[in-house]
Structures are given as C-alpha cells and as structure tokens.
C-alpha cells in the first residue's frame, strides 16, 4: 500500500514537472508573426510538397499573367537574441514591413519572428527553419555567423542573413549586414554640447561593444565640436536590458552634475523625467515620442537599404539563377547610404542649434565633413 | 584617489548614492524577505526569478486593463501568491526534489509572463515600447525635509517603506510568536513537531506564500515604481541575488535588511564612479569588479558563519511521515 503510494506520487511530480517545462518551453520561444496574414504556421512543419525550395513552385498555377516571370511570394523568418521591442530588431522589423508595402518585384513578403533565440540554440533553430522549406529568407539579427557558416551551404537556395559587430564574413549565400549610427549621433551630440549648461554630458550603454562604442564617441566628439570643454563619461550597466538598473545609472549621472544624458538602452528617460533641466537622447530608433518632455533626439538607424540589398540578391538567383556572391566582408551602409539618419528634432531644441545641426548634416551628406568610427573607450 | 574622494565628498552624490542604495535595495529585500521566511520553514523556493517576473507582468497587466497602481500592486500579490502554490503543492503535497521544481518554475514564470505579454499587445508595431504611468515617490511629511536623512529614507516610494516595515514584522512573527518558533521548529526537524501535533503542511503552505507574494511585489516594484516597462528579464537576476542575500543574512531578518542595503551601496556606489567616469585603484575602468563584490562577500560570510549558520537543518529535504 504504502509503496504504491510512493510510486504514486511521484509518476504525479513527474507528469507535473514535464507539463511545466513544456509549458516553459513554449512560452520562451513563443513566436510572433507581425503581418496580418495567417503565417501562423509552426516552423518545424515538414510539408510533404516542400521538397523543392524554389520558390517558384509553390504557387505557379495561381498566377494568371503568363508574363509572370520568377516568384511571387518571400517568405521570411528572423530570430533575435531578445525582444522585439528592442530598438536594435525593432529597426529592422520596420524596415521590413516598410519593404512589404513597396512589394519590391511585386512581391508578397511575410514576415516571422522568432524571439529570445540563444546563440547556442542558433544553429539548430536556422537549421530547423531552412529545412522547414518554408521560407526563402533566414535572417539571424544579431551575432549567429558561427550558426550561418555552419548551415548555409546545406541549403543553398535560401538567403541568410546576419547582422552587427562581432561577426565573421560567410561569403555565398551569407549576408552580414550593419548600419552605422555614429553620423547622427555626432548630430545629436551637437545638440547636447550646444544645450548643455554644466558641460557635463553622460551616456547609459550595456556592455563596451564597438557598436555600443562607435556612436558614443561621436555623440562625445560632436558635443565637443561645438563646446570644447565637454567633459564626458559613460556607465555600462552590464545588460541588454535592465531599465531599472538603467534608470539608476541615469540619476548618478544627473546627481554627478551631467545635463544631457544620451540612453543607449532603456531606462535613463525616466530619470530624466523626475530631475529639472536634464535632457535625454534616444538612440537607434526614434524615441523623442516616449518623453517629448526631456527627449531631444536621437540616431536612428534605417535597415532599408541593406535589407533590400539582400531582395534584390535573392530575386536575382531566383527569378534568373545568378549565384548569391555575399562579399567577404560586412556591408556596411552610413548616412548618405541612407542607413542612418538624425531622428525628429523636439521643439524644445533652439533654432540655432537646429540650424548647426542642419549644416553639419549637409556637410557629412556632401562628404566635406567625416565623422570617426571610434571603437575605442570614451575619454 | 583623490579625484574619488573629491567625488565621493560631494554632497549631492551622498545623498544620490544613498538614496540609490535604498531603492536598488528595496526589490531585494521583499523578495529576501519572502523567501527567508519561506526557507525558515524548510522549503527552499528557487523559483524567485519567475516569481518576481510574474509579479513584475502582472502589475503592468493589471495597470494596463484598470489604470489603477494599487490594482496593480494587488495582482502582483496574487500571481506571486497563486504561483508559489504551485511550488508549497509540488514540495509540501507532492515532496518533488526542490531544486528541481524551483528552477523549473523559473522557467514557467517567466515562459508564461512572456507568452501573456506576447498575446495581449499584439497589433502594434515593434517600435511602439509598452509603457505604463509608474507610482510617484510618497515624501513623508515632516520627515522627508530633514537634510540628508529625509531625502534618502523619507523621499522613497510606499513599496520601499512597506519593505522596510516589513523587516521588524516578519522579525517578530518569526521569534516572538508560538507560529513564528513553530515554523522555524519544521524548518529544523519536522518529525518532531510532527510528533508534537504541529500540523507541518498548511504551516509550510503558508510560508511558502507568504514569500511568493514578497517576491511578486519586489517584481511590481520594478515594473510600477522604477520603471513603468514590462519584458521578461526585467527581473535580470535579482530574485538570485535575493537567494544570496538570505544566504549572507544567514537567515535572520535584521542582517537580511543590511545584506539588501549593502548589494545596494554597492551597485550605487560603482554607478556613480562610472557616472563620473573616474577611474578605479587597482582596477582602473573595470567596473565588473562591483558587479562580482556581493557575491564574493556571501561566499565570505558563508564561510565565516559555518560555525553559527542559522540554515534550516532541514531545509530542501521532503518530509515524509514515518520514515527515515
């Protein structure tokens, strides 16, 4: 009696325990689908036609024009290391849908996100997806170039893409995609050395990254540009995302005597607000809206064009079989490439330092002006 | 050196240390709270990470529908309380390995916050960051005018008060009272009070709780006070301090309550050296070394209460009735 108990018990901790972790599991690699369409599908479906992965076969008796050359329809997937909330995916989201609605080709994009991917799990979840013979797009947004070298030429109808610093070119049918923000950050810092009052000016990152680093130094050297007394420094707060610790970060600034605090991460905004003549700078997507009260402006980084230079490779190789010839090198796309820009000016911002703003930005457009991609620690 | 010092002398930084200290603190110590009280009775809930999660989602939920910070605070008391039964049920009832069911909530709690999070602000585009209006600090009257003083104790929000609060009350429920020394009895030698008629099992139910719902509000704190944001690391390792910190505290309310302020002054502390950018002795500009101090002072505090450890002999080990 009492044995049959025991093993009672615990085949009931243990179905307990599977249905949590399952339940966990799920939770964790829950994915979104941002178009209105039903993608819902479940990447690791293995469709029984899904044998060929040209494109060109999946929907070739629905078009009616016979002079339809090529496919119609891509499909992409993309994993991210975090959230999609986070400005550094959330760009590129946006640039997508901004594509969807051009129909490039007369294309019809989708979209599926994947989030809280880690590297580790890269490898096996892109593989996942490229056999899944779903999509004709893996797009890894982040560090996964271990993960693409070692899957992307199993699978070589299908583009991969990989994003950032840290990275090491594939080649082929591997992609490494960046756009560089510092441009519009030294504009920014224009702002914070001409509106500052103590000239003193911080910035809150995550970790000593060269692509964390790049525009906070040239947020630094345009304040500096403007106001050669500037003094600077910047708190890593060891996290991707952390806002309350973010926050924290920003009131020992303002404490310390810093005015213009530029938030690398989120956070700082909030500290921000409850401090008297203290402004804030976004970074990487526009954020003025999140506090129109303390935020000025911000870097804001447009993945359009190297999103659509990734289209464009794959229409050619699948509508007229030219071969994916991903440079060995990451393609890096600044301000004039259209990569960048300033975001929205808040009002708050006097006409004259508008107006300096607006001149430099003509002068890096016009290449009379450079602006440093300095990796380095910010003095 | 000196430059660190000049810093460090400076009034206003004082008072921004302080003050910081005590509101990094107050997340850590309702959760250490919690789950030291939890421990006293011989369950060891690692499950504080996913609690503080929930409690964190489900504020920001229950602002979002009702608007209303006080619901707020009410529903993370609820998920923190609703989902720590889940763990006195797999630990008191079932008797499951604690270990192993306190990490797998973790990943529940936060696999669910996030899922529910996902379903509810669909339709909107990823630049469009969910924001919730947060609670304002609450300046005590009178109290909070006191130079220095006020503004780092008095000028806080009513969670950091409550956590404050809280310290004397659970130190009285747990040595001054019959319950207190009966759950603390379980918490050493449950067949002993098993023998004595001590009922174990709705005492263990409501220790455990008890430190689901500090656990949740020091995950609210975060989401409705500090920052009015929900993702799901928003916890970023704090229930783990938490776990630590009851370890440094060896078990005792009164130096759970330094244990939270210490990890606070330090974390203040090394944000506001960066926040100057002044470089450290020794160390220069790695300030990692900071985020490694509290941990390196519990192993410290371990070892040198080896002797006096006040742990729970019994602490993550199933009871079951008549056996050995």
Redesign the interface.
Known sequence: MKKAMNHR?FA??AA??AL??V??????D?S?T?QAPATTQAPATTQAPATTQAPATTQAPATTEAEMMGPTELDIAMILL????E?W???M??SI?RTMTDRPYGLDITLNVIE?IAYADGERVIRDLASSGEYEMIIAHSTYSDAIDAVNEDYPDIAFVFSGSGNEAVGGNGFWLDVFIHEPAYLAGIVAGMMTETNQI?AVAAFPFPNVNGPLNAWVAGARSVNPDI??????I??W?????A???A????????DMIYAER??PF?AVQEADGVYAFGHF??QVA?APEVALTGPVALWDPAFNTVVDAWWAYASEGTPYNAPMERIIYYMVDGGSDIGTLNDLIPDDVKAAVDDARSKILSGELEVDFNEG??E | MGEILT?LL?P??I???LA?AV??AT?LLLAALGEMVSENSGILNLSIEGTMTLGAFAGFMAMSWYENLWMGLLMAVVSGMLFSL?MAL?TVT???NQV??GL??N??G??????WF?SSF?DR???D???VP?FDTADIPGLSRIPVVGEVLFSQHWLTYFAFLMVPMVWILLNKTRYGLELRSIGHNPEACDMRGINIVPRQYAAVVFGGAMAGLGGVF?SLA????F????A?GRGWIALAIVIFGNWRASWILWGSLFFGLI??LQ??L????LSLPFFG?D??VF?ALPFVFTIVALVLNRSRSRSPLSLAIPYHRGER
């Open positions: 018990t009931l901790a307990v325990l949590v972790m339940a966990g599991a799920c939770g964790d829950s979104t941002t975090g959230v999609q909330e400005p995916y959330a760009t989201i946006d849908n809280n911080s003094e600077a420094s910047v708190t890593y060891e996290s995302f952390d806002p309350a610790t926050k924290e970060s009131a020992a600034q303002i404490a310390a005597g810093s989120f956070g909030e997507s526009d999140f620690p910010i | 810093h400076t206003a930084v008072i921004g240390i910081g509101r990094i997340p889940i797999m079932v008797k499951v192993v069911a797998a909530l990943i529940l936060i696999g669910f916050a996030f899922f996902r669909q585009s990823s630049l960051v969910p924001t947060t975060l500090s920052t009015g944001m993702f799901p690391d928003i970023a974390d203040a944000l506001s960066q926040a100057k950018g500009d300030y990692q985020l």
